[in-house]
């Protein structure tokens, strides 16, 4: 009985010390791999420094925890496409022992400076948590990519900050080995800035924050999201489908669906439904912004009640833009040029 009982025991020890093998050199891999990335980044013109890099999770996680980390990409990256700037105390990324494809970034305070052409913003938020999960294959195709964060302030040097409360924003693969994708966001409480309120010219009592923030999407690529997608050039959108999208703020609300079609050249074409609750402040608040000019307001006016009456309900309006190879009109009325679909 006892030689039996010795043999689990050595069977234990040995497969205990497999294992802590196996923690030690994956834990240090995926330092390595930490390490390769930023002196990648280094060698592209960032400045990307690290203050410590800490080994944590023994013996289910690999984990490794990141001090006083700065990423800045260099000034010539703003002209192509959208850079971003990462600033943070503290960023622990994780991924179970047995498979380093399902990865968690963790931070409990983040700044992202955005910068690309027209663009320049300040993005900070508490408690973000992303969550990405490969599908165990040699490839490692994207099943799904998701972001849930606390509190968030985006600065625009136009509006002014605007606030959140929460943010959650995902990405689901539907079918293994097709480049379609689920993506969906939504944001909580989010307030716009007192700038912004005024160059809308809203009164006093309006309501601080917008009561609905949210979108809903299914887009199919021309490839799969997969470890070649990080080379030098992104998987593009090719056709996209907007199940549902709205925007709700006191007493106007704003939605959206329909299916778009892109080029390669990054050319739209498709219809959208666009259904408006109380146009007439939509109206006001664009004229107050400066959208259109004053002596335009009663054409407008004009023409947005004749639509609002063929539904029924002259407060609301319903109708449809279409987009064809890139250029918008409702109707026989043209909207002007819709900005290029593509990814930097």
């Known amino acids: 009985m006892l030689g039996k009982m010795g043999k689990v025991v050595l069977v ?28 990648t980044r280094r060698a592209a013109g960032w400045q990307a420094d690290v203050g410590e890099m800490k080994k944590q999770g023994f013996p289910t996680r690999l984990h490794t925890r990141l001090t006083d980390v700065t990423l800045t990409p260099p000034a010539q990256n703003a002209g192509r496409g959208i850079a971003s700037a990462v600033a943070a105390k503290r960023i622990d990324i994780s991924t ?5 494809g399902y990865v968690t970034v963790a931070s409990p305070y983040i700044e992202l400076g955005l910068s690309g052409p027209n663009l320049r913003a300040m993005l900070s938020a508490e408690d973000v948590t992303t969550d990405l999960r490969l599908r165990p294959s040699v490839s490692g195709q994207l099943d799904r990519l998701t972001l849930d964060g ?3 302030v985006l600065d625009l040097p136009v509006t002014g900050p605007v606030e959140g ?4 924003v995902s990405a689901v693969q539907q079918t293994v080995g097709q480049p379609i994708y689920d993506l ?9 800035s007192a700038a912004l309120r005024g160059l809308f010219g809203l009164p006093d009592d309006w309501a601080e924050a917008f009561d609905t923030v949210t979108a809903k999407a299914t887009i199919t690529f021309d490839r799969l999201w997969d470890r070649k997608a990080l080379g030098r050039t992104r998987p593009q959108p090719r056709v996209i489908d907007l199940r549902h999208a709205e925007l709700a703020w006191g007493d106007i609300a704003l939605s959206l669906r329909g299916t778009i079609a892109v080029a390669e050249d990054g050319l739209a074409t498709g219809t959208l439904s666009v ?5 007439p402040t939509m109206l006001t608040m664009v004229e107050s912004a400066g959208y259109i000019p004053p002596n335009f307001r009663p ?9 609002a009456q063929m539904s029924g309900n002259t407060d609301a309006l319903d109708l449809d833009i279409t987009v064809k190879d890139g250029k918008m009109s409702m109707g026989f009325i043209p909207l002007g040029r819709a900005p290029k679909i593509i990814l930097r």
């Open 12 to 39: 234990i020890v040995v497969l205990a010390a497999v294992w802590c093998g196996w923690w030690v050199a994956a834990s240090s891999g995926l330092q390595r791999g930490i390490a390769k990335l930023i002196e």
């Open 96 to 100: 179970p022992a047995y498979w380093p």
């Open 150 to 152: 606390g509190a968030w």
């Open 165 to 168: 409360r929460g943010l959650n």
């Open 184 to 192: 969906a966001l939504d944001a909580q409480n989010v307030t716009p």
């Open 275 to 279: 259904a408006a609750q109380d146009w």
């Open 299 to 307: 054409q407008a006016e004009q023409m947005l009640k004749g639509l």
